[in-house]
C-alpha cells in the first residue's frame, strides 16, 4: 500500500524549515535506513532517513530546493512493487499523488512514514557541501548549486559563491551584443555633485543616454570633467521625494537604469536629522517605487551606501564613538537603513539593486570635506602653491573614475538580488599621499604637509569587495590615481580640455 512521505518536526519548536532536496530520484527504489530527502531546521540542514522500503514517486506538485514547507506536509509516496502503476492526480487541494490500485479490492488507508529525528546533524556528502543559506539563495536566484564551486573549507558552497555565480551570470547577459532595442538611458539622482559629475561622464563615455535629476542648478565642473557634452544633459531640478515629479521624469524620458546618488551628507544629517532622514531614507523608497511602478522598463538600480556604516564617518570626526556599537552617526544610520530597504525591495518585489560603499574618494574636482585633502593637495601641486593636508592616519583611497565606473556597472549589469559590496581602497598613511603626488611632480615635495588629528579609519571586518560581483575588477593605485588628477589640473593651467573619457595618455 501506498507510504505518505510528510515533513517531520525536527525539534519541538519548529512549525516550518526549508526543503533542501531529495537524495533518491523518482522510481528509484530507497531501502530501509537509507537517506531520503533533507530539510533545513532551525539550525542546520539535516537527512531524513526511511525504516520503510518501496520505491519513490514524487508529488507532482511538491517543493522545490529552496522552497518553504511546513511540518505535515505531504512530499510523495513509498510504494510497494506490486502497486505499481500510472500515477493519478488528486482533486485540489488534498496536496499529494494517489495510485490506481492493480486489482478491484478496496483500497485501504495509507500509512504514513516513520522518519526519527537524528540526535545532530547528519549531513550526507551532497547536503555538507552547501550551507543552508546557500541553499535558500540558489532557490531564490535560479542558480543550479551543484554547478558551483565552493569557497568555504572543504569546499563547501556558501551564500557568496550561489551569489557571484548569479553575477557572473547576469554580467554575462549584459555585456552579450544586443541585435535589437535601444540603448540603455540612465537616469542619475544627485548627478551635479562630485561622484555624480564623473558618474555622468563615464556614461557618455560609454555613448549612453543620461538624465539628471538634481536639487542644485548646472554645475561649472561639468564644463570642466565633462566638457562640452555636458551642456546636452537633461537636468531636472527638483527633489527625489517628489513622487509626482519622478512621474513626470519617467513619463518624459525612457529611464531603463538608475544610480540613486542624491543625500544629505553627515553634517547636514547630524544638525537635522528629520530632513536627513526624509531625503536619504524616504527618498530611497520614494525612487524604489517608481521603480517599482516602472517594473516593466527597470533593467538595473545602484545606489551610493557608505563606509559610514561601520563608524564614524571620516569627514565628521567630532562624531561620538565611545560606547557605540553600531554607526555614531545619523548619516551611517541612514545609509544603513537604505541598505535593508533595498533588500526588502528585492525580496518582495524582485527589484534588482547593488549598494556600493566607496572608502575616501579623490580626485579632480573634489574640493569639500576634510578628506578633499589629498585633491586639494595634487591641484595646489600642479599650480605650484603650497598646501597643508589637516589630518594624519592611514585610511583607504579609491580614485573618483573607479567609484563612478562601480556605481555604472553595478546600474547597467544589475545581477539579482540585493548586493551591498565594498570598492577596495588602497590603505595608505598620509605621508603616503604626499609621496605620489612627488612622484608626478617631484619639486612639489617641499610645499606639501600634513599637520591634524588622525583620521578614523572605516573599514568592514569582513569586507565583499566589488569583485564578487565583476571578477574583472581592477582598482586605480595611489600613484596612479595622484597622477591623472595632478594631470588634470596641469591641463586647466595651459588650457587644454579635460572632457574626454579618461585621463589617460
Not at 562640452?228 to 525612457?254: C, I, K, M, Y
Request: neutral net charge; hydrophobic residues 40%; glycine residues 10%.
Amino acid at each position: 500500500m501506498p507510504i505518505e512521505i510528510i515533513v517531520p518536526r525536527l525539534g519541538w519548536s519548529m512549525e516550518e524549515g526549508a526543503f533542501v532536496g531529495w537524495l533518491k530520484k523518482d522510481g528509484e527504489l530507497v531501502k530501509a535506513g537509507e537517506p531520503l530527502f533533507s530539510i533545513e531546521g532551525d539550525k542546520a540542514v539535516q537527512e531524513i532517513e526511511s525504516i520503510d522500503s518501496g520505491i519513490l514517486r514524487i508529488a507532482a506538485n511538491g517543493p522545490k530546493p529552496g522552497d518553504s514547507i511546513r511540518v505535515g506536509d505531504l512530499l510523495g509516496h513509498l510504494v510497494a512493487a506490486t502497486d505499481m502503476a500510472t500515477p493519478g492526480r488528486v482533486p485540489a487541494g488534498s496536496g499529494g499523488v494517489v495510485f490506481k490500485p492493480s486489482s478491484d479490492a478496496v483500497p485501504t488507508q495509507p500509512e504514513r512514514l516513520h522518519v526519527v529525528e537524528l540526535p545532530a546533524p547528519v549531513l550526507s556528502s551532497r547536503a555538507a557541501a552547501i550551507s543552508p543559506r546557500a541553499v535558500r539563495a540558489a532557490g531564490e536566484l535560479g542558480v543550479d548549486w551543484t554547478t558551483v564551486r565552493g569557497t568555504g573549507r572543504t569546499g563547501r558552497i556558501r551564500e557568496r559563491d550561489i551569489r557571484a555565480a548569479a553575477s557572473v551570470r547576469a554580467a554575462r547577459a549584459a555585456r552579450a551584443p544586443s541585435t535589437a532595442g535601444p540603448k540603455p538611458t540612465v537616469l542619475v539622482t544627485g548627478g551635479c555633485g562630485f561622484i555624480g559629475t564623473w558618474v555622468v561622464r563615464e556614461l557618455l563615455g560609454r555613448g549612453l543616454p543620461v538624465v539628471v535629476l538634481d536639487a542644485g542648478e548646472r554645475p561649472a565642473r561639468w564644463e570642466r570633467v565633462i566638457g562640452e557634452d555636458g551642456a546636452s544633459v537633461p537636468l531636472v531640478q527638483g527633489s527625489v521625494l517628489d513622487r509626482a515629479l519622478l512621474g513626470r521624469l519617467f513619463n518624459d524620458h525612457p529611464v531603463t537604469n538608475v544610480i540613486h546618488l542624491a543625500a544629505l551628507l553627515t553634517p547636514a544629517c547630524q544638525a537635522d536629522p528629520w530632513e536627513g532622514c526624509r531625503v536619504n531614507v524616504l527618498g530611497t523608497v520614494a525612487l524604489l517605487e517608481q521603480l517599482r511602478a516602472s517594473a516593466i522598463r527597470n533593467q538595473g538600480f545602484s545606489y551610493a551606501s557608505s563606509v559610514a556604516v561601520f563608524g564614524a564617518e571620516v569627514d565628521h570626526v567630532s562624531a561620538l564613538t565611545d560606547g557605540v556599537s553600531g554607526p555614531p552617526t545619523f548619516y551611517g544610520v541612514f545609509k544603513k537603513s537604505a541598505e535593508l530597504i533595498a533588500e526588502q525591495y528585492w525580496r518582495h518585489f524582485q527589484i534588482a539593486s547593488v549598494g556600493i560603499r566607496p572608502q575616501v574618494a579623490y580626485g579632480p574636482e573634489r574640493e569639500v570635506g576634510l578628506t578633499a585633502g589629498p585633491s586639494l593637495a595634487a591641484r595646489a601641486a600642479a599650480r605650484g602653491e603650497d598646501f597643508c593636508i589637516s589630518y594624519t592616519g592611514r585610511v583607504g583611497y579609491n580614485y573618483v573614475e573607479d567609484v563612478a565606473r562601480g556605481f555604472v556597472r553595478g546600474a547597467l549589469e544589475t545581477p539579482p538580488g540585493a548586493h551591498v559590496v565594498d570598492l577596495p581602497g588602497e590603505m595608505a598613511d598620509v605621508n603616503d599621499v604626499i609621496a605620489a603626488i612627488a612622484a608626478a611632480i617631484p619639486c612639489a615635495t617641499p610645499k606639501l604637509s600634513v599637520k591634524g588629528p588622525p583620521i578614523p579609519a572605516q573599514a568592514p571586518s569582513n569586507p565583499s569587495f566589488i569583485s564578487v560581483l565583476y571578477p574583472d575588477w581592477k582598482a586605480t593605485s595611489l600613484v596612479e590615481g595622484m597622477r591623472r588628477t595632478v594631470r588634470f589640473y596641469q591641463a586647466r593651467q595651459t588650457g587644454k580640455p579635460t572632457g574626454s573619457p579618461r585621463l589617460e595618455e
